[in-house]
């Protein structure tokens, strides 16, 4: 009888392999279980400063105010979640109705008024949470956020001279009453600009 056919051998080779997975099997539990040791600690605490925000940075926030900043930040994003949630849900819809052979004009504009409804409630929201922000800040601060939130909230106006410069054409949306007037006698107001030349 050949030595690898054995059933001893076998028996002892399986039993070798249980040994080895049930010690590699406590090493994974072991080192998940285990305290952090100070080295560890030292790197996530680097990461941390790391992870400084952008505020904190530009502002120089004491660790009081990067807390304080930090809670009004997470108040206004669950504030203005759902609002969000809904105008993309509605941009979907306006897609959807966009896209149709004969589209109605009256659901899209019903679309566009609700999301802008919402828009201004988001936007609401942010002029009260900038509030809160300068509240925070001391004065020399607050100049500074200024500046900061003007350069963020101007980010469009970028995109726009960009596209000016490739040559790309916007069309101005009409007068509010024209605008109002072609949707209810049933035409679409953005085919008829594109007619019009300006």
């Known amino acids: 009888m050949d030595f690898l056919s054995s059933k001893r051998f076998v ?91 004969e589209p109605d004009t009256l659901e899209i504009k019903a679309l566009a008024e609700r999301i802008g409804s919402l828009q201004a409630v988001i936007e609401y929201r942010l002029a ?15 100049d500074t956020l200024q500046s900061v939130l003007e350069k963020v909230t101007a980010k469009p106006y970028k995109l726009k001279s960009r596209l000016f410069l490739k040559r790309i054409r916007l069309t101005p949306i009409k007068d509010k009453n024209v605008a109002e007037q072609d949707t209810t006698m049933g035409k679409d107001p953005g085919k008829q600009s594109e007619a019009t030349p300006q």
């Open 128 to 142: 009260w949470h900038f509030n809160g922000l300068s509240n925070v800040c001391s004065p020399e601060q607050r």
């Open 11 to 101: 028996s002892i080779t399986l039993a070798i392999l249980i040994v080895l997975n049930l010690a590699l099997l406590g090493t994974l539990w072991w080192q998940n279980v285990k305290a952090p040791t100070k080295n560890e600690k030292a790197v996530k605490a680097l990461k941390d400063t790391k992870k400084q925000s952008f505020f904190e940075k530009e502002l120089n926030l004491t660790d009081e105010q990067s807390k304080e900043f930090n809670a009004l930040r997470q108040q206004h994003f669950q504030g203005t979640l759902p609002a969000l949630v809904t105008i993309s849900s509605l941009k979907r819809k306006l897609i959807q109705e966009a896209i149709k052979n």
